[in-house]
């Protein structure tokens, strides 16, 4: 692992924002809010709502552009996304002419970073700073993945802390769970879609942000076509935009494979 660690280069930033990997472009600063009382049945509703839509949704295939602005600078890059829950993870980095650049697989145990024009690769362990160290963005490949697939769920044990009512009849929820450090955000619009997810520390400050934008008929569902994340810790902000995208498709054999890799 710590070989890993040393030989992924600040560059390679530029090419990856696994969706995680996400974004809003700007820093967080919400709207006004209205406590919302301790009866109220809203907050588990959408609770509720969002455990029902994660459950539905275990995979996802698409492709995306992506922008991200980060410590090692800032670029731009069409992506090949393919990923599985709770962790498994693949993202293609495309070039000008579609020609591949960089892949990053992991199949929730370990991880392949392959970088084609050095032909070079690093793999190891996944370890829950994996993608702020290929990416600059604080999230774990396991929290990328749900947010990829626009369906975070609370962690286990999360209590809802505060609730309070948005203007444009939305609703913010506070979670904690007891003796955690941490505390996360979620932030439902009045038709009860997920807008943002955030991580906050014991303090209230956010950590991480992410926003979810443009939702689109898919299926018999609607899904945010735009996902952005900031990260204060490094700076960091991407967005990504789905040109393609397919909600539980019939994977390929391979496709996390590590030591091969089938296609996307």
Same mark, same amino acid.
């Not at 975070?152 to 506070?174: D, I, M, N, Y």
């Given at each position: 692992? /710590?070989?890993?660690?040393?030989?992924?280069?600040?560059?390679?930033?530029?090419?990856?924002?696994?969706?995680?990997?996400?974004?809003?472009?700007? +820093?967080?600063?919400?709207?006004?809010?209205?406590?919302?009382?301790?009866?109220? &049945?809203?907050?588990?509703?959408?609770? !509720?709502?969002? &455990?029902?839509? &994660?459950?539905?949704?275990?995979?996802?295939?698409?492709?995306?552009?992506?922008?991200?602005?980060?410590?090692?600078?800032?670029?731009? +890059?069409?992506?090949?996304?393919?990923?599985?829950?709770?962790?498994? *993870?693949?993202?293609?980095?495309?070039?000008?002419?579609?020609?591949?650049? +960089?892949?990053?697989?992991?199949? !929730?145990?370990?991880?392949?970073?392959?970088?084609?024009?050095?032909?070079?690769?690093?793999?190891? *362990?996944?370890?829950?700073?994996?993608?702020?160290?290929?990416?600059?963005?604080?999230?774990?490949?396991?929290?990328?993945?749900?947010? *990829?697939?626009?369906?975070?769920?609370?962690?286990?044990?999360?209590?809802?802390?505060?609730? +309070?009512?948005?203007?444009?009849?939305?609703?913010?929820?506070?979670?904690?769970?007891?003796?955690?450090?941490?505390?996360?955000?979620?932030?439902?619009?009045?038709?009860?879609?997920?807008?943002?997810?955030?991580? *906050?520390?014991?303090?209230?400050?956010?950590?991480?942000?992410?926003?979810?934008?443009?939702?689109?008929?898919?299926?018999?569902?609607?899904?945010?076509?735009?996902?952005?994340?900031?990260?204060? /810790?490094?700076?960091?902000?991407?967005?990504?935009?789905?040109?393609?995208?397919?909600?539980?498709?019939?994977?390929?054999?391979?496709?996390?494979?590590?030591?091969?890799?089938?296609?996307?």
């Amino acid at each position: 692992m /710590s070989r890993a660690r040393r030989a992924l280069p600040l560059r390679i930033a530029s090419l990856f924002c696994s969706a995680v990997l996400a974004a809003a472009c700007a +820093a967080p600063s919400g709207p006004r809010a209205l406590p919302m009382p301790p009866g109220d &049945a809203r907050p588990a509703a959408l609770l !509720g709502g969002l &455990a029902h839509l &994660a459950a539905a949704r275990r995979a996802l295939r698409g492709v995306a552009q992506l922008a991200l602005d980060g410590p090692a600078g800032s670029g731009r +890059a069409k992506q090949v996304l393919v990923v599985e829950r709770p962790a498994r *993870l693949r993202v293609d980095v495309l070039g000008l002419l579609d020609q591949t650049l +960089a892949v990053l697989t992991t199949d !929730g145990e370990r991880f392949r970073l392959l970088r084609v024009p050095e032909r070079s690769t690093d793999s190891g *362990l996944v370890y829950p700073d994996l993608l702020r160290d290929v990416t600059g963005l604080a999230v774990t490949p396991e929290q990328a993945v749900a947010l *990829l697939l626009g369906a975070p769920l609370p962690p286990p044990g999360a209590r809802v802390e505060s609730a +309070a009512q948005l203007p444009e009849g939305g609703v913010r929820v506070e979670l904690r769970v007891p003796g955690a450090p941490e505390r996360e955000r979620l932030e439902f619009d009045a038709d009860a879609r997920l807008r943002g997810w955030a991580r *906050l520390d014991r303090g209230g400050e956010v950590l991480s942000e992410a926003r979810f934008d443009d939702y689109q008929a898919l299926g018999d569902d609607a899904f945010a076509r735009e996902i952005g994340l900031f990260d204060r /810790s490094s700076g960091a902000r991407a967005r990504l935009r789905f040109a393609q995208v397919e909600l539980n498709p019939a994977l390929p054999p391979g496709v996390f494979d590590l030591a091969v890799g089938g296609a996307p």
